[in-house]
């Protein structure tokens, strides 16, 4: 039940901080996609880190232990299935180098 409520208040954080021409969803399990169009990679970093202070001032404020947010970031100018490749290889170096951050995919070339 924890496991839920951490995800379901990760996705309003997340719905709640982007635009309305930008897409939340859950990709499986605790991933989600935020696809931000046209958004710069510096928009981009300041929409995760927007969300992952938001998720750290709920963490000090509720009942529910909410984990560390990491992301993985890539181009928009590519087809889509690349992009959520390369997001995905990016996460995982985030997660692999500590967690609690974001890292973009051309910075772990």
Same mark, same amino acid.
């Given at each position: 039940?924890?496991?839920?409520?951490?995800?379901?208040?990760?996705?309003?954080?997340?719905? /709640?901080?982007? #635009?309305?021409? =930008? @897409? %939340?969803?859950?990709?499986?399990?605790?991933?989600?996609?935020?696809?931000?169009? !046209?958004? /710069?990679?510096? #928009?981009?970093? =300041? @929409? %995760?880190?927007?969300?992952?202070?938001?998720?750290?001032?709920?963490?000090?404020? !509720?009942?529910?232990?909410?984990?560390?947010?990491?992301?993985?970031?890539?181009?928009?100018?590519?087809?889509?299935?690349?992009?959520?490749?390369?997001?995905?290889?990016?996460?995982?170096?985030?997660?692999?180098?500590?967690?609690?951050?974001?890292?973009?995919?051309?910075?772990?070339?």
């Amino acid at each position: 039940a924890a496991g839920d409520r951490a995800i379901v208040t990760f996705a309003g954080v997340c719905q /709640s901080l982007v #635009r309305s021409t =930008d @897409v %939340v969803g859950r990709y499986g399990g605790e991933e989600f996609i935020l696809l931000l169009p !046209g958004a /710069s990679p510096e #928009r981009a970093d =300041d @929409v %995760v880190e927007t969300i992952s202070l938001a998720m750290a001032r709920r963490a000090r404020t !509720g009942s529910t232990v909410l984990p560390t947010v990491s992301f993985g970031i890539a181009p928009a100018e590519m087809p889509l299935a690349k992009a959520i490749e390369h997001a995905d290889q990016a996460l995982y170096v985030a997660k692999e180098t500590g967690r609690d951050r974001a890292i973009h995919y051309a910075r772990t070339a």
